[in-house]
C-alpha cells in the first residue's frame, strides 16, 4: 500500500533505483546528476490532487515496463513549495522529462496508459535512445560526456554555475580522467563560494597533473583567493578611495577586498578604473591581476567576455 496515495502497488525488488521520492536537497542528485545517463521523468502530486492519484500508478508502471531506459522522481509539492515555484508549476499533476540535466518534454493532466507509453518513447528517442547505465558501449557513453559537457558550457555562458557544476560532478563520475571535466568542476567550486573543497581536492593531485594546461585556471583562482586585505577591510579602502580618487594603492587593495569577499564585477570594475587614470601604474599592476581574474574565470564566463572588451577598449583607444 503506497502511504501517501492510498492504492496498492506492486512494486519490483529494483524500483528503488528507478522510482524514487525527492525534495529539494535531493533534487540536483536525483533528477539532474541522474539524467546525465537515462531520462528522467519528475511527477509533480499532491496528497489532494485527484488526478495525481490515477496518474501516478500508472506512471509508475509505464517507467517499470521501459526496463531502465527512464526513470520516475516523484515530487511533493506541498513538502517542497519552493522547488515547485522555482519550475514554475502551475497546476497538478504536472511531469517534466529532464536529460542532461535540462527539461526536454512535459505534460499536465493525467494520461491514458497508451498515451504515457507513446510519451516515454518519445522521450527515449528524444534522447538519442538512451539505455540505462552500464548498457551503452563505449561510444556511445562517449558521446554522452561529450553532449554533457558542452551542455555545461551553455550553462556557464547562461549564469548556471550550480547546474553546470552538477553536470561536471557527474561526468567526473564517469570519466574521472577528464581533466577538461575536472578543471571547470574545480573552478565552478571556487566561483561558488567552495573554496575549501576545491583546495583539497587540488592538492590530493599528483604534481604533474596539477601542472596540466586545464588545471591552470584552477591553480590562479587557488592563489587569487588568498590575497589581499580580506573583506573585512572594504568600508575603510572604500573611504580612501572616495577621499583621494588619485590613491591608486587603495583603490587596488579594495579590487582585492572585493574579489574576496565575491563581489567580482566590483572587483573588475576597480581595477579597469585603475586601468582608465593611470595604466601604467605600479608596472601595469591593474591590467596583469585583470588577467588573472580572466583565467580563473573562464574564457567562457559572461563577466570575462564583458570586462575583456572593455580592458581592451581602454588599452586600444
Known amino acids: ?17 528507478l522510482i524514487k521520492d525527492a525534495d529539494m536537497q535531493s533534487f540536483a542528485r536525483d533528477v539532474l546528476d541522474a539524467s546525465m545517463t537515462v531520462p528522467v521523468l519528475v511527477d509533480f502530486w499532491a496528497a489532494w490532487c485527484g488526478p495525481c492519484k490515477q496518474l501516478t500508478p500508472a506512471l509508475e508502471q509505464a517507467v517499470r515496463d521501459a526496463k531502465g531506459a527512464v526513470k520516475l ?34 505534460f499536465q493532466g493525467a494520461l491514458p496508459a497508451s498515451q504515457l507509453k507513446q510519451f516515454i518513447d518519445g522521450v527515449i528517442q528524444r534522447a538519442g535512445g538512451a539505455q540505462p547505465q552500464g548498457g551503452a558501449g563505449a561510444g556511445d557513453q562517449q558521446a554522452a ?46 566561483d561558488l563560494g567552495q573554496t575549501e573543497e576545491a583546495k ?34 572594504i568600508p575603510d579602502l572604500m573611504e580612501k578611495v572616495a577621499h583621494d580618487p588619485a590613491d591608486h594603492q587603495a583603490r587596488y587593495d579594495l579590487a582585492l577586498a572585493l574579489y574576496a569577499a565575491g563581489k567580482k564585477e566590483a572587483a573588475a570594475e576597480a581595477l579597469l578604473e585603475i586601468v582608465r587614470r ?7 599592476a591593474a591590467r596583469k591581476q585583470l588577467l588573472k581574474y580572466f583565467e580563473a574565470w573562464g574564457p567562457a564566463d559572461p563577466l570575462t567576455v564583458e570586462m575583456r572588451r572593455r580592458l581592451s577598449s581602454l588599452l586600444f583607444a
Open 73 to 106: 522522481v516523484k515530487v511533493d509539492v506541498d513538502a517542497n513549495q519552493a522547488l515547485a515555484q522555482q519550475l514554475r508549476i502551475a497546476s497538478l499533476p504536472t511531469v517534466y522529462a529532464f536529460f542532461q540535466g535540462q527539461p526536454i518534454d512535459g
Open 145 to 190: 560526456i561529450e553532449q554533457a559537457v558542452e551542455q555545461a558550457k551553455q550553462l556557464v555562458a547562461a549564469g548556471q554555475r550550480e547546474q553546470a557544476a552538477a553536470i561536471y560532478a557527474q561526468v567526473l563520475r564517469h570519466d574521472p580522467e577528464n581533466l577538461d571535466a575536472l578543471g571547470e568542476y574545480l573552478r565552478l567550486l571556487i
Open 278 to 284: 593611470q595604466r601604467n601604474w605600479n608596472e601595469e
Open 200 to 233: 583539497m581536492a587540488f592538492d590530493q593531485l599528483d604534481a604533474a597533473t596539477q601542472a596540466q594546461p586545464q588545471l591552470q585556471p584552477v591553480k590562479t583562482a587557488l592563489e587569487l583567493a588568498g590575497e589581499g586585505p580580506g573583506s573585512g577591510a
Open 1 to 17: 500500500m503506497d502511504p501517501i496515495l492510498g492504492m496498492q502497488t506492486h512494486a519490483p525488488a529494483d524500483d528503488g533505483e
